[in-house]
């Protein structure tokens, strides 16, 4: 009989009564029981809420011994209530398991509270530049599709507006706040009160250094330990440089595939570049190192020339067993002063001992050029500084001197290490500890702050 006499002559299309000038005051408050995915690929999130509104219709005001009915959701269609949406919703429904999940009820005094469980998708302009280091601010806005808010003004409710199920947690972040205002959305037809609330969410950098971070810089100080095989294993440095970069190449595709096409670098993508430049640098430095140090398998490369010089004049066969010991000698007097020992000699690599002007000679000419002129010869290609450095190579003593460890491998050493320490220093300080706090984002020219 109440619902009855309240529902007589009620026009569920006009807004309850007010006072003149005032706007239709409608309260809201949200508890949040799941939330997630958070996909930075879409750039959107869901979450699984209880959405709650109240406002007042002095219309169903009513006296009798109940203070309040709880109404089947059915009676909504009787009644006015506000046309609520989302504006940066993208694919939000009402679950209707096993039927309706919409709550509706009515005090004496005309206050209505009408509750629904809702799951949201919403969208969340994301700025990845920190990632995986990065902080995400994800907005929730809501307002009246078609009451401007000199009809319909939103607050949230005095108190908690935004709660959480008790243990609620993300898989990939934190939720560091949840902050609202109250907003003013302009648009064509007029101006409309809106609510926001911001979701600051940081993520979790385990995952991404378990399986980015920790495996680059082994794969790097892994490249590191060519500096240490000796220079005549060509195959074997190479192939080990190869090996990183490839692997490089394998982790860095796996780590952008949940990433949307930015048009900017990542702090990941940085990392890896960072990480690529020292296993290519390594191959290059080998490349250095076999160009101007590396001299083929321990032989000196002769000129035609140089061969003629060394052969002599050719004899008959008669001759030779005729003079065998004059010529052996001049033969072997030649072999000491030349520079291709190796070819000529059988059994264990040796080099005679050259000589003492020779290596004088040598060594001034080398110690003339400045380090600086010899760096621009080695970028040149100059062939005649690498033919010296040959004669260089070739006149030292000892049967491995030819094959001793180059300079820039010792060089090498100290240099990539040291430099890779402290960009990782300078890199982990300027994401991590220098990392800038939330922040509200300017809204855009059609959002007027509220006072």
Not at 419 to 448: C, H, M, T
């Amino acid at each position: 009989m109440i619902l009855e006499n309240l529902l007589k002559n009620y026009e569920s299309s006009q807004l309850p009564a007010r006072k003149k000038g005032e706007p239709m005051i409608v309260k809201t408050n949200i508890l949040i029981r799941s939330m997630g995915p958070v996909s930075e690929l879409d750039m959107e999130y869901s979450m699984d809420c209880y959405f709650r509104q109240y406002w007042t219709d002095p219309r169903l005001s009513f006296q009798g011994p109940i203070s309040s009915l709880s109404l089947n959701f059915k009676m909504l269609e009787r009644i006015w209530r506000p046309d609520t949406y989302f504006y940066n919703g993208k694919n939000s429904y009402v679950h209707t398991i096993t039927v309706p999940n919409k709550l509706l009820r009515l005090s004496q005094n005309g206050d209505i509270l009408y509750s629904m469980r809702l799951t949201v998708k919403a969208k969340c302009p994301m700025e990845l530049r920190n990632f995986p280091m990065d902080r995400q601010s994800c907005p929730l806005i809501l307002g009246s599709y078609a009451y401007t808010s000199k009809q319909l003004r939103y607050q949230w409710e005095s108190g908690a507006s935004v709660n959480f199920e008790p243990g609620m947690t993300l898989s990939q972040f934190d939720l560091m706040g949840s902050p609202q205002r109250n907003s003013t959305y302009r648009r064509r037809e007029g101006e409309f009160s809106v609510l926001q609330v911001n979701f600051n969410l940081q993520r979790h950098t385990g995952y991404f250094l378990i399986q980015v971070y920790v495996p680059c810089i082994l794969i790097v100080v892994l490249s590191w330990v060519s500096f240490w095989i000796h220079r005549e294993a060509t195959s074997d440095r190479v192939g080990l440089g190869i090996t990183t970069v490839l692997t490089l190449s394998t982790i860095s595709l796996d780590s952008r595939k949940d990433l949307p096409k930015v048009k900017y670098a990542t702090a990941l993508d940085w990392f890896l570049l960072m990480s690529f430049f020292y296993c290519i640098a390594t191959l290059l430095e080998f490349a250095g190192v076999h160009y101007f140090t590396k001299v083929g398998y321990g032989e000196i490369p002769v000129d035609e020339e140089e061969w003629d010089d060394l052969e002599g004049p050719k004899f008959d066969e008669s001759v030779i067993v005729m003079s065998s010991v004059a010529s052996v000698g001049l033969i072997e007097q030649r072999r000491r002063g030349s520079l291709i020992c190796p070819i000529y000699k059988d059994g264990p690599l040796q080099c005679e001992t050259p000589k003492k002007g020779t290596m004088e000679r040598h060594t001034q000419t080398e110690r003339r050029i400045p380090g600086w002129k010899q760096i621009f010869f080695c970028l040149t290609g100059n062939d005649k500084f690498r033919r010296m450095r040959q004669r260089a190579a070739g006149q030292q003593q000892g049967p491995g001197a030819m094959n001793s460890v180059s300079r820039i491998d010792k060089l090498a050493r100290i240099l990539f290490p040291a430099s890779f320490f402290i960009l990782n220093f300078l890199y982990w300080l300027g994401y991590v500890a220098l990392a800038d706090e939330f922040k509200w984002r300017q809204p855009p020219p059609s959002i007027i702050m509220a006072k």
